[in-house]
């Protein structure tokens, strides 16, 4: 009996956590689309596509799927030089955008979950605040 009652309190805890996770993850998507609108259409685009030789895009980008902790540093400090997205070499500055790690994290999990890119693992505050120039 006492091993039904762990096992039953683990089980809860466990679906909490999942539950309430996925609940603190759709709110961070949501938000991050609004800073995205503020602060990332102008060059990638509505669509994400970004512009052709300028401006990588950020639908279905290997980059983005392949190198989180780069992804998170472009987005908290900015970036300059060669860049390889899809194959394609970009070249071009991104200047930083002056976000909070809460921000970042937000835009991060809009964009690893738009237009053809799917991440489950949600990038949290902690983690952006590990990430270093």
């Known amino acids: 009996m006492k091993f039904f009652i762990i096992g039953y309190l683990l089980l809860v805890a466990c679906l909490y ?3 309430m996770q996925d ?9 991050g689309k609004d800073i995205y609108t503020d602060f990332c259409i102008t060059c990638h685009l509505e669509n994400g596509e970004g512009v052709q030789n300028t ?6 980008s290997d980059y983005l799927m392949n190198d989180r ?3 998170i540093k472009g987005v908290k400090y900015g970036r300059m030089g060669e860049l390889v997205v899809n194959g394609v070499t970009y070249n071009n500055t991104m ?11 937000d835009v991060m999990n809009y964009i690893l979950n738009s237009w053809g890119n799917s991440s489950t693992k949600m990038v949290t505050v902690e983690e952006v605040g590990l990430i270093v120039k």
């Open 17 to 19: 956590y999942f539950f």
């Open 69 to 71: 902790e780069g992804s």
């Open 55 to 60: 401006f990588p895009p950020l639908a279905k």
């Open 95 to 105: 200047m930083p955008l002056g976000l909070e790690d809460e921000e970042v994290a």
């Open 23 to 31: 609940k603190e993850f759709q709110e961070s998507i949501q938000r």
